[in-house]
Each structure stands twice: as C-alpha cells, then as structure tokens.
C-alpha cells in the first residue's frame, strides 16, 4: 500500500502542477479578455500567487525524489517533466509581467486569439497527465499529445499572422516593440506546453 501511495505521489503532483498552469492561463485569458492597464499590478500578485504554489508542489516532489530510491520512471525523467510543467506557468507568468513593464494600454486581437490556444493545451495537459499513470495501456495520450501539438502548430501561424500585422501597422516604435516582445512570449508558452507533451511521448517510447 504505502509503494502504490508513493508511486500515485508523482502522477498525482504532475496533475497538481498542471493545474496551476491551467490557472495562469485563465487567469491571463481574464486579464486580456476584460483588459484594464490600471489593475495590472494586482493581477501580477494573483497572478505570482498561483506560480508560487505550483512551485512549492514542485519542491515539495523533489524532497520527496531525493529520499527514495525506487521510483516509477526514471529519476532524470521525473525531474523532466517537472520542469517542463513548471516552464509553462512561469512563461505565462512572463507574458503578464512584461504587459506591465511595457506599459500596455490596449490589448491586440491576436494576443487575445493565443491566449486561447493556450487555454486549451494546458486543459488537454491536464487530460494527458491524468491518463499518464496508465501509459502503458492508455487508448487516448496519443491523441492528447497530437491535438496539443497541433495547438502549437495553429499558436505558431497566429505568431506569424501577429507579427506580420504589427509591422505593417505599427508606426509607434514602442508599442512596436512592446507588441514583438509580449508576442514572442505568447509564442514561447505554446512551445512550452508542446514541451511537456515531448516529455510524456518520450517517457513511454522509453518505458515500452
């Protein structure tokens, strides 16, 4: 019982820190959905509140892997997969922080659009990390892992479309470059979901 009770640890713990990564998400998705500049910084305390606790779910995981000494996978690919949960919430967290640091005063469409796909692959990260505790015999990660990376495939053409308008349109060079960076960063959190998808492929190629 107490095997069963620590190999669920980590499966259970990858599904907690996914959900905070969901939670930035919508939180952020709030944010730009109903976008007022003057509540930005309240929003980053909510927002860090959220990155703070999925941290200490992480920590806590890796307490607990530094005292065992059988797991179920590999220690390197434990470590793997928190970190590539955790990059996703902290990339979240970056988009908001560099709203604030640009001094955004209006939100753009297509910010709007990829926080969307966000939304949806920390939601299907959610589904897959539920279901990878049974990989072995699972009938959907598979599909999970493709339709998230279709997700990133649809958040890099958004990129390019954003990225295109903003240099055809633009003419201040601030907002230019307050737009190029907070796009990259959008960008950049679709990668990172894409990232933990590779992680779990890669742990079953591994241990089938």
């Given at each position: 019982m107490k095997r069963a009770k620590s190999v669920n640890f980590y499966y259970e713990t990858f599904v907690e820190m996914a959900?905070?990564?969901?939670?930035?998400?919508?939180?952020l998705s709030n944010i730009v959905?109903?976008?007022?500049?003057?509540?930005?910084?309240?929003?980053?305390?909510?927002?860090?509140?959220?990155?703070?606790?999925a941290d200490k779910a992480r920590h806590k995981m890796?307490?607990?892997l530094a005292k065992?000494?059988?797991?179920?996978?590999?220690?390197?690919?434990i470590m793997a997969m928190a970190d590539a949960i955790d990059t996703v919430t902290d990339t979240i967290?970056?988009?908001?922080?560099?709203?604030?640091?640009?001094?955004?005063k209006k939100v753009k469409e297509n910010a709007?659009?990829?926080?969307?796909?966000?939304?949806?692959?920390?939601?299907?990260?959610?589904?897959?990390?539920?279901?990878?505790?049974?990989?072995?015999?699972?009938?959907?990660?598979?599909?999970?892992?493709?339709?998230?990376?279709?997700l990133e495939e649809e958040g890099d053409a958004l990129y390019t479309e954003a990225i295109k308008s903003l240099y055809t349109y633009c003419t201040d060079p601030k907002e230019l470059l307050a737009w190029d960076t907070i796009y990259e960063?959008?960008?950049?959190?679709?990668?990172?979901?894409?990232?933990?998808?590779d992680v779990i492929e890669n742990i079953v190629m591994k241990n089938s």
């Amino acid at each position: 019982m107490k095997r069963a009770k620590s190999v669920n640890f980590y499966y259970e713990t990858f599904v907690e820190m996914a959900d905070y990564s969901l939670k930035a998400a919508e939180l952020l998705s709030n944010i730009v959905n109903n976008f007022n500049a003057e509540q930005l910084q309240d929003r980053i305390k909510e927002m860090h509140t959220i990155e703070h606790s999925a941290d200490k779910a992480r920590h806590k995981m890796i307490e607990k892997l530094a005292k065992e000494f059988i797991t179920p996978i590999e220690r390197e690919d434990i470590m793997a997969m928190a970190d590539a949960i955790d990059t996703v919430t902290d990339t979240i967290e970056d988009v908001l922080i560099r709203m604030f640091m640009y001094n955004v005063k209006k939100v753009k469409e297509n910010a709007i659009k990829m926080t969307g796909i966000i939304v949806k692959s920390c939601y299907l990260l959610i589904m897959a990390l539920n279901d990878f505790h049974n990989f072995r015999k699972s009938t959907k990660l598979h599909e999970l892992i493709v339709e998230i990376n279709r997700l990133e495939e649809e958040g890099d053409a958004l990129y390019t479309e954003a990225i295109k308008s903003l240099y055809t349109y633009c003419t201040d060079p601030k907002e230019l470059l307050a737009w190029d960076t907070i796009y990259e960063y959008l960008e950049k959190c679709c990668d990172s979901c894409e990232e933990v998808a590779d992680v779990i492929e890669n742990i079953v190629m591994k241990n089938s």
